[in-house]
């Protein structure tokens, strides 16, 4: 049923290292979004898509960038890392209900 | 934006004891939707219930939109069932996405 994919899973990183988590649906939805989480707290929105060539920024301001080049891509990066940016990042596509995808639990030491 | 608020924060029962969990909402909702997120940080769907009931095995869900809450009902609790359930809703209006409760934290003691 999960048709939303994201790598890695985990990732251990140092500071100032560029990143970019990615995330592909082959449910051909054109709603997407990235969330962010940190343990045992609720879930933030960052950022969110309606489709190809659009990006939106979301209710919690973040450093990461994002891009919406094919339908079923939408990945995320992170240009400089720091310890700051320690947390679980999520991403989710929607039609109706929202599906979400098993998450990239990033550590940067 | 729109509020949403879980009770009860904690819950901690015995494995086969019956529970039920709170959501309210600030505003009229698109959509609500039930997740459970195991701890592994998987956040599994457990019903999109913008309004009315449904049912699925030992877990059952009722929006009364009207009054602006929902209920999520776990019957004959599992270990399994341990994890933290979050609420979310989308009121359609504004910046898109899905505004999350803080989540009830449930235990389930073998």
């Known amino acids: 049923e999960a048709d939303i994919y994201q790598t890695p899973r985990y990732l251990v990183i140092g500071t100032g290292k560029k990143i970019t988590l990615e995330c592909s649906q082959t449910?051909?939805?054109?709603?997407m979004y990235w969330y962010q989480q940190d343990p045992g707290m609720e879930l933030h929105l960052i950022h969110y898509?309606?489709?190809?060539?659009?990006?939106e920024k979301g209710d919690l301001s973040s450093e990461s960038t994002v891009s919406r080049i094919r339908t079923e891509h939408f990945p995320l990066t992170l240009e400089s890392a720091r310890p700051s940016h320690t947390s679980q990042y999520l991403c989710?596509?929607?039609?109706?209900?929202?599906?979400f995808g098993s998450g990239t639990r990033l550590t940067v030491v | 934006g729109i509020q949403v608020e879980q009770s009860p924060p904690d819950l901690i029962l015995q494995e086969g004891a019956n529970s039920t969990l709170r959501c309210n909402f600030s505003?009229?909702?698109?959509?609500l939707q039930w997740f459970h997120q195991n701890p592994w940080g998987q956040l599994i769907n457990l019903f999109y219930?913008?309004?009315g009931t449904k049912q699925n095995g030992r877990l059952s869900a009722t929006t009364v939109a009207t009054e602006r809450y929902s209920l999520l009902y776990i019957s004959s609790s599992q270990t399994t069932d341990s994890g933290v359930y979050f609420c979310?809703?989308?009121?359609?209006?504004?910046?898109?996405?899905?505004?999350f409760g803080k989540g009830t934290h449930l235990i389930i003691q073998p």
């Open positions: 989710a596509s929607s039609l109706y209900g929202y599906t």
């Open positions: 449910m051909g939805h054109d709603k």
């Open positions: 898509s309606y489709g190809v060539n659009s990006t």
């Open positions: 505003d009229s909702v698109n959509n």
């Open positions: 219930i913008p309004s």
């Open positions: 979310a809703v989308d009121s359609g209006g504004g910046a898109d996405g899905l505004t």
